[in-house]
C-alpha cells in the first residue's frame, strides 16, 4: 500500500470515529491546490536539463500551510499528496497554527553540483514565488535540502517581496534561523518517547533502543538518548549497520560517520547485515529513514515491545494490524516526529517578531508542547476507545474539522 492510500485510509477511520458528514470529509481530504512546474537550467558544462517540481498545499483553515521541500529522485504527485496531508494533521496535534503542504523535485542533489543545486533551487523559487508567502504558505527543509537551500529560497522570494525571513523556517542562524532547530525532530523524538514510558511508568534510562536511519533525526535522537542513560545497541543507515548488546559509544560513532560518511567500518561495534536492523532484540525501535519500512513481511520479527515513528509513514496499514495483535505500542509519526515543525513554528514566531529566542527556551517550549500533545492524543484514545495512531488522526482531524466549519467552509 503506497503512502497516500495508506493515509488516505487513516483519515477515513477517523473520521468515521469522529462520525464526520460525508460533506465534510470530502471537502477535508481534498488538496487545497496542486501546483506542477518544469524547472529549467543550465548545468555547469552549459547544457541545459529539466526537472520537475511540485508543491501540494493541503489545508490552510488553521493557519498559513507549512511543510518542507524535498529533493530525491523518487519525489512524485502521490508521494507528496500523502505527506501534505500528513503536516495538516501533524500541525494540529501539535496545535499549532498551520495548516498542511509538501513540496518536492524530482533530481538526485547527489549528481549536482552546489552551483546546479543554486540555480535549480532559485528557479523552482521563481516559479512559486506568488504562491508561497509568510502568511500564506511557509516552506521547510527536508530530504535532501538543508539550511543553505532556504537560504537560497529566501534570497530569491526577496527579490520579488521585499526582505522575508519568516518566508521559509530552518534558515541559517545568521539568516534568521532558531536556535535548537537543528535538533528540533530529533529532541522531538526524545521528549515523546519519554512521555509516552512515563505514562507506562517507566524511564529512557536503561531501555534498549534501536535505531534505523542515522541522518538529522536519527543521529540527534541517538545522542540525545544516549545523555538521558538509554542504550542505543543497534543502529544503521544507507552505508551498513552495527550493533554492540552492551551499547554503543554515541559520541564516538557521531565523530566516526561525520569523517566516514556512514556508520559502516566503526570499530567500536559489530557490523551486521542492514536488513536485519529491524528485527534486534531492543525494548523500542526507532525508524528514522524512510516510509514504508515496516510491512507485512517484516512486521512479524520484531522483537521491540514500543515503536516511535521517527520516520513519515514508517508502519503500513497491514504491519500495524500485525503489531497491534503482538502488543506493541506505536507512537505515530503525527505526533512523534512533530518536534521539528514545533521549532519551525518558534522560528516564524521569532522572525515575525524581530526577536531571537536562546536555546533554552526554545528547548523548554518544545517540551511543553509535546508533553501536552500527548496528554491531548491520549484523551481522544480514551473518548473513541482507540490505539495511539487513531487517538492522534481523530485529535488532528477533529482541530481541523472544527476550524473548517467554524470559517463557513464546509460544503
Avoid at 477511520?13 to 488538496?31: C, Q
Avoid at 500523502?82 to 547527489?110: E, F, R, S
Avoid at 517578531?353 to 492524543?377: C, P, R, S, T
Amino acid at each position: 500500500m503506497n503512502a497516500l492510500a495508506a493515509t488516505n485510509r487513516n483519515f477515513k477511520l477517523a473520521a468515521r470515529l469522529l462520525g464526520l458528514d460525508s460533506k465534510l470529509e470530502k471537502s477535508l481530504l481534498i488538496p487545497f491546490r496542486e501546483i506542477k512546474v518544469e524547472c529549467t537550467l543550465p548545468k555547469d558544462d552549459g547544457t541545459l536539463v529539466s526537472y520537475v517540481g511540485f508543491r501540494i498545499q493541503h489545508d490552510n483553515a488553521r493557519g498559513p500551510m507549512k511543510g518542507g521541500i524535498r529533493y530525491h529522485p523518487e519525489v512524485d504527485p502521490d508521494e507528496v499528496n500523502a505527506l501534505a496531508q500528513l503536516m495538516t494533521w501533524k500541525t494540529a496535534v501539535a496545535n499549532i497554527p498551520y495548516g498542511g503542504a509538501k513540496g518536492g523535485i524530482g533530481c538526485n542533489p547527489g549528481e549536482l553540483s552546489i552551483s546546479e543545486l543554486e540555480r535549480l533551487t532559485r528557479v523552482f523559487t521563481q516559479k512559486i514565488h506568488d504562491l508561497i508567502g509568510i502568511h500564506t504558505d511557509v516552506p521547510a527543509p527536508d530530504m535532501g535540502t538543508n539550511p543553505q537551500t532556504m537560504a537560497w529560497i529566501l534570497d530569491e522570494y526577496s527579490k520579488f517581496h521585499g526582505y522575508s525571513p519568516a518566508v521559509v523556517t530552518g534558515k541559517p542562524i545568521d539568516l534568521g534561523g532558531s536556535l535548537g532547530r537543528d535538533a528540533a525532530t530529533g529532541r522531538g523524538v526524545l521528549f515523546a518517547t519519554e512521555a509516552l514510558l512515563n505514562d507506562q511508568g517507566k524511564s529512557i534510562a536503561g531501555q534498549r533502543f534501536v535505531i534505523q536511519g542515522f541522518g538529522n533525526v536519527g543521529s540527534w535522537a541517538a545522542q540525545l538518548i544516549h545523555e538521558a542513560g538509554g542504550k542505543v545497541v543497534a543502529v544503521s543507515d544507507v552505508s551498513g549497520a552495527i550493533k554492540d548488546k552492551n551499547g554503543i559509544d554515541i559520541p564516538s560513532l557521531i565523530k566516526h560517520v561525520k569523517e566516514h560518511k556512514g556508520v559502516k567500518g566503526f570499530s567500536g561495534a559489530n557490523a551486521i547485515e542492514g536488513s536485519s536492523i529491524l528485527a534486534e532484540d531492543c525494548d523500542i525501535l526507532i525508524p528514522a529513514a524512510l516510509g514504508g519500512v515496516i510491512n507485512r513481511e517484516n512486521a512479524k520479527d520484531i522483537k521491540a515491545k514500543y515503536i516511535i515513528e521517527a520516520a513519515n509513514h514508517p508502519t503500513d496499514p497491514e504491519a500495524d494490524e500485525i503489531l497491534s495483535k503482538k502488543g506493541v505500542i506505536i507512537l505515530p509519526d503525527i505526533f512523534a516526529n512533530s518536534g521539528g515543525v514545533t521549532v519551525s513554528y518558534f522560528e516564524w514566531v521569532q522572525n515575525i517578531q524581530g526577536f531571537m529566542w536562546d536555546e533554552e527556551k526554545v528547548n523548554a517550549e518544545l517540551k511543553k508542547y509535546i508533553h501536552q500533545g500527548f496528554k491531548d492524543v491520549k484523551e481522544m484514545c480514551k473518548t473513541h476507545n482507540c490505539d495511539l495512531r487513531m487517538g492522534a488522526f481523530t485529535l488532528g482531524l477533529n482541530r481541523v474539522a472544527r476550524a473548517t466549519v467554524l470559517r463557513g467552509w464546509e460544503a
